[in-house]
């Protein structure tokens, strides 16, 4: 379980330097880049529903509301949902993401996340990209994030991937640069390893590719699973990882990102859709890494094959 946190909370490795800078400006240090009631509401521009009075959406937790960070906040706001269809026709999970505000001419983009995280966990680097004319999708992985899973669909492996592929395939529609930070790192080389068609190149960050699975907590009995997941949305527990993962920032300001870190664990569903994660293995990649088209290997990712895709997104 202590590995699975920690993946999710590492920083990545740094970022150009000129980067560094405008990030420290902006996020107050360079090290932001990935963190771990009746209300009336209105409809935004992309038929979102968002509240009124707060604009956030509504079918954020509440306590969203208390968050100071001024970038979680504004990506919060910026949050919607998106039907995803993952079965038979009439078969749809409401996916929760961040959409682009405009189609660049290059292709996108796209944006996962760490283990049990969201998409707020981009909130300092998501400006930057849009700000450099990129089009770019901040994507909830199935199972965590915001989506609505009421209907309580498996969260396996092979689940995250089908629905991010028919995400992709209904909304993105053209290979896209995927970029993977620790766990996500997995989802990536997983998808692009079943799906070369809509990824165009992979960028891993601080990769968490190597481990084989979630090992024996797949076996655990249920009460025992739950129990495991419940420590997992601690406050105490997630605070200590963000005080590992982040120097000379205030006790205040590791509280409030402890508190945008574990937002999405407030859903209803979350600790069934961890449970469904943990008990079907995870994700096992290390057979699929020799599979990965490299033609470039730097520092701070992969270069998968190039690939077209046609109008249907075939």
């Known amino acids: 379980m202590m590995s699975l946190v920690w993946g999710s909370s590492s920083p990545p490795p740094p970022p150009p330097e000129a980067a560094v800078s405008t990030m420290a400006k902006k996020c107050g240090g360079s090290r932001g880049l990935l963190s771990s009631s009746s209300r009336g509401v209105v409809s935004n521009s992309s038929g979102a529903v968002a509240s009124s009075t707060t604009g956030f959406p509504s079918f954020l937790p509440k306590e969203v509301e208390k968050i100071k960070d001024p970038y979680a906040r504004t990506l919060a706001q910026r949050m ?8 038979s026709s009439e078969s749809f999970i409401m996916s929760s993401c961040v959409k682009p505000q405009k189609q660049s001419e290059i292709n996108p983009v796209v944006l996962l ?3 049990d995280s969201s998409c707020l966990e981009w909130r300092c680097a998501y400006p930057l990209l849009e700000e450099a004319g990129l089009e770019a999708w901040a994507v909830d992985v199935l199972g965590w994030g915001f989506s609505d899973l009421e209907r309580r669909p498996p969260c396996s492996a092979a689940s995250k991937r089908h629905h991010l592929y028919q995400f992709w395939k209904s909304y993105i529609r053209r290979p896209m640069i995927l970029v993977g930070p620790s766990l996500g790192a997995s989802v990536a080389i997983d998808f692009a390893v079943h799906h070369p068609i809509a ?5 891993l960050i601080n990769a968490s590719v190597y481990a084989e699975g979630t090992g024996d907590l797949a076996k655990l009995p249920k009460f025992l699973a739950y129990a495991g997941v419940s420590l997992l949305k601690s406050i105490p527990l997630r605070l200590y990882a963000n005080l590992l993962a982040f120097n000379g920032i205030s006790l205040s300001t590791t509280f409030d990102w402890t508190n945008v870190g574990r937002l999405h664990c407030l859903l209803p569903w979350w600790k069934d859709a961890t449970v469904s994660f943990m008990s079907s293995g995870g994700y096992n990649v290390i057979s699929q890494i020799k599979q990965v088209d490299s033609q470039h290997i730097n520092g701070y990712g992969i ?6 895709v046609s109008p249907d997104g075939q």
């Open 303 to 308: 270069s998968a094959k190039q690939n077209s």
């Open 80 to 87: 919607e949902r998106l039907p995803v269809q993952i079965g």
């Open 199 to 203: 990824v165009e190149k992979l960028v």
């Open 113 to 115: 996340h760490c283990f």
